[in-house]
T-cell receptor, first 115, second 111 residues
Framework: EAQVTQNPRYLITVTGKKLTVTCSQN?????MSWYRQDPGLGLRQIYY???????DKGDVPEGYKVSRKEKRNFPLILESPSPNQTSLYFC??????????????FGSGTRLTVV | SQQGEEDPQALSIQEGENATMNCSYK?????LQWYRQNSGRGLVHLIL?????REKHSGRLRVTLDTSKKSSSLLITASRAADTASYFC???????????FGEGTQLTVNP
């Protein structure tokens, strides 16, 4: 089944403890992206990648890192999480490296709580 | 920055009625996409309309696009309780490769 898989689904952590949220897609998509969703703010893009070793900042990149060493994986790294990073996170992918030429496929989400 | 703005923020209707949601945007676009999100779940792509198209249909969904007014509408006909969800428009700008979203419309269909 074609899908985007995120792990973990839920995560509670403490301020300052480094964490990684993994994202993997099995569709050979070139484009991958991370969003966060907060009440009243909608979905905001954190980082995106147009292909292997090509990443770029979205609208809210502060406090996050990403890497794209392989086509299928696009992990989101929080080096020193803070409570304002408590949010619902989504990974998404798209066939074309040019981005939104077709519909995106979204993962099921990771609900992160930083205390 | 967020480019899509959905209206209304919330909509409550009875089963069988039609639901119309609107999206306005600010810049030139390649295409506009509508997505559905069930509570706390990932977004699901519904339909894409390109900048040179004016109307598109998919099952009970009808999407229109007016580039002169920088707006789009999503019509769900003969709504069902299972249509209850949040609906988002995604804006693909001509200036880049990203897809940006607004805050969405929360649709409630009462049985």
């Amino acid at each position: 089944e074609a899908q985007v898989t995120q792990n973990p689904r839920y995560l509670i952590t403490v301020t300052g403890k480094k964490l990684t949220v993994t994202c993997s897609q099995n569709m050979n998509h070139e484009y991958m992206s991370w969003y966060r969703q907060d009440p009243g703010l909608g979905l905001r893009q954190i980082y995106y990648s147009m292909n292997v070793e090509v990443t770029d900042k979205g609208d809210v990149p502060e406090g996050y890192k990403v890497s794209r060493k392989e086509k299928r994986n696009f992990p989101l790294i929080l080096e020193s999480p803070s409570p304002n990073q408590t949010s619902l996170y989504f990974c998404a992918s798209n066939l074309s490296g040019q981005g939104a030429s077709a519909g995106y496929t979204f993962g099921s989400g990771t609900r992160l709580t930083v205390v | 920055s967020q480019q899509g703005e959905e209206d209304p923020q919330a909509l409550s209707i009875q089963e069988g009625e039609n639901a119309t949601m609107n999206c306005s945007y600010k810049t030139s676009i390649n295409n506009l996409q509508w997505y559905r999100q069930n509570s706390g779940r990932g977004l699901v792509h519904l339909i894409l309309i390109r900048s040179n198209e004016r109307e598109k249909h998919s099952g009970r969904l009808r999407v229109t696009l007016d580039t002169s007014k920088k707006s789009s509408s999503l019509l769900i006909t003969a709504s069902r309780a299972a249509d209850t969800a949040s609906y988002f428009c995604g804006i693909s700008e001509t200036s880049g490769s990203r897809l940006t979203f607004g805050e969405g419309t929360q649709l409630t269909v009462n049985p």
